[in-house]
């Protein structure tokens, strides 16, 4: 079981689009792969991917209630976007949040307890202590911390990376362009290995095909090489 948890410390830094682009760089594709939305602040990926929110995380929050779920059912709570799942959330940040608070702990115990080749992908939204999706970052094979490279975006992040090491989670941390520090300086600032420096494009581009064309092409690199550090579980080192 691989699980990793991306989060943000405030702002709209590219989490989410990271997320999917670590989903559909992975690097061996036998592996089935499974994005689930954990954004207390609710859901956009239903509408983004053109899938909806049902079957999706209140589902799979109802059935938790009954107890005895296990990671294949899980799954069958998604949508198949390419050769990869996802379990979208509601929009609402209401339903969401109640969603995760009821459910996220059972949740996450069945995600832990898989032993089969899945990898699990989790949008966690803006990610501390306090958040409901807690559960899934404690058990995490790397948790990722997506921050804006600007200054006040970075000074932000130090106090974060404590407390999720404090709360038991591997943390490292992904900047988005511009910056006006090395990987390096970055790392020793956070005080957490950089698993990637992501350049900013201005163009989103149209459905998960746009990530590896045109002006995301040099984006999807670097995605890709954050995806095979990821899948190989090997120590990071800043680029």
């Keep these: 079981m691989t699980l990793v948890v991306v989060g943000s410390v405030t702002g709209s830094p590219g989490a989410t689009r990271f997320l999917l682009g670590l989903a559909a760089a992975w690097p061996d594709p036998s592996r089935p792969r499974v994005v689930l939305e954990a954004d207390p602040d609710g859901g956009r990926l239903g509408a983004e991917l053109g899938i909806g929110v049902e ?39 209401e339903q969401t ?63 974060r990376v404590e407390a999720l090491r404090d709360a038991g989670c591997h943390v490292s941390v992904v900047v988005v362009e511009p910056t006006a520090w090395s990987p390096g300086e970055v790392a020793e600032f956070v005080g957490a290995d950089v698993l990637a420096v992501l350049p900013r494009v201005s163009s989103r581009g149209t459905g998960i095909a746009a990530m590896s064309a045109s002006a995301w092409r040099p984006w ?3 995605v890709e090489d954050a995806a095979a550090w990821l899948a190989a579980d090997v120590p990071v080192v800043p680029a």
């Design 55 to 93: 079957p999706g995380l209140m589902a799979l929050a109802l059935a938790a209630r009954s107890g005895g779920l296990t990671a294949a059912e899980l799954v069958t709570h998604g949508a198949v976007v390419g050769d990869w799942s996802v379990i979208p959330a509601p929009a609402s940040a």
């Design 97 to 159: 949040t109640s969603a995760l608070v009821h459910a996220a702990g059972t949740l996450a115990g069945v995600v832990g307890a898989d032993r089969e080749e899945w990898v699990w992908l989790v949008d966690a939204g803006r990610l501390s202590g306090r958040s409901p999706a807690m559960p899934f970052a404690r058990l995490a094979t790397q948790v990722v911390v997506v921050t804006a490279g600007a200054f006040p975006s970075l000074q932000l992040v130090p106090h």
């Design 220 to 222: 999807w690199r670097r």
